[in-house]
Structure formats: C-alpha cells, structure tokens
C-alpha cells in the first residue's frame, strides 16, 4: 500500500478564499483522523471519523472549518473563509483498529496571505 | 481525559551518548502509549507502541522505552545516539475501548551533536 496519501502538499491561498485538503487513507484502515500543527500549539486533533462517521469534532476550531468523508477511500478538509492564522501543517492519519498505531501522511503545508 | 506531558522543548545530546526523551500520560483507563519520530518536512512515523503487553518495548532504530504505571511514565531511551536520530518526537496516548483517538504530546526536538 502507497500509505496514506495526502493532497495538494502545498497550499498558499489568499485571505478570503476557500481551501479545500484531500486525503486516501489506508485501504482498510476504520479510522480518519485530521490534525493541524503549528509552532505555538503543536499537533491538534481536529476530526475523527470511524467508518466514514464523524465521532468527534470537538477539535475543530470553528464554523468555517468542515470536514467530510463520502467513502472509506477519501475525506476532505475546508476552510472557507480562510485566515492567516489558518496557516499550518496539515495531516491526516488512518488506523484500522481502535487503540492502534495511526498512520501518517506527509502533510499539507497551508500558507494564507 | 487522557493528556500527555513531555517536559521542555529540547534536548541536545552528543554522538554516542545516552538519550532519554521524558513522556508523562494520565488517563482514566489503562492506556496505549506511543512514540513518534518527524523529520523534517515529513509526516509523523512510529517509533513504538505499548498495548498492555511486555512493560519493556523495542522499537526501530535502536529505542525502546518502559511503561512505569506507577509512575505513569513511558520514557524513551537509546543507549548511544546517532546523528540520524536528531529529529522531533512524540510521545501519544490514547485509551483502551471504542473510538479511541490519539492525543500528542507538544514533542521533543532532538539534536545531536558531533
């Protein structure tokens, strides 16, 4: 398996627009999970979806960010509007059994000017 | 709530010497306890896990780290560093039972010095 795969790697959008990140988790991994990190706050989760089920969105920081995922082979993160303060990295990770190791992938780095 | 605790921002340790990355968790049920190595401009990749079995667990590139429940600690040591091991980890809990999910620590950045 290619790992979980992650789309665009970079981003740069300017302040307003919509952004919109892609990810293909492993196949047959249950578990979704997105993250940001940044210098100041480290690694936040911010959605985790069980079988294609949002479980928690508790993490999201507010209305303009929403998270979906039609199948088990793809989920999308938006951000719409964007603001620089939305500027980070990206991730998304799978994992085929509750309690175990997520699986990364590379990220995608956000720029809002 | 489960939570994880690494202490300080950095280490910096020199070529061939101990390394140990301190990790504190708390949680409400017995957990499963991680570590994770980035590189730079790289996603997170496992380093180790520990599920409840053997206390003692090895992972890749020589660490391994010890679950101390007492202590609630699970800290990551490698006999003699290498300068490939400059890098950042983390130290990640979550909790046994259904829909568990990862909580990270703030990481550690390792540097090696020659």
Redo the contacts between chains.
Sequence with gaps: DAG?IQSPRHEVTEMGQEVTLRCKPISGHDYL?W?RQTMMR??E?LI?F?NNVP??DSGMPEDRFSAKMPNASFSTLKIQPSEPRDSAVY?C?SSFR??G???????TRLTVV | AQSVTQLGSHVSVSEGALVLLRCNYSSSVPPYLFWYVQYPNQGLQLLLKYTSAATLVKGINGFEAEFKKSETSFHLTKPSAHMSDAAEYFCAVSESGANSKLTFGKGITLSVRP
């Design positions: 979980v999970f993250y480290g690694l989760l985790y069980n479980i928690d991730f990770a509750e309690g190791e997520a699986f990364f992938g590379q990220g």
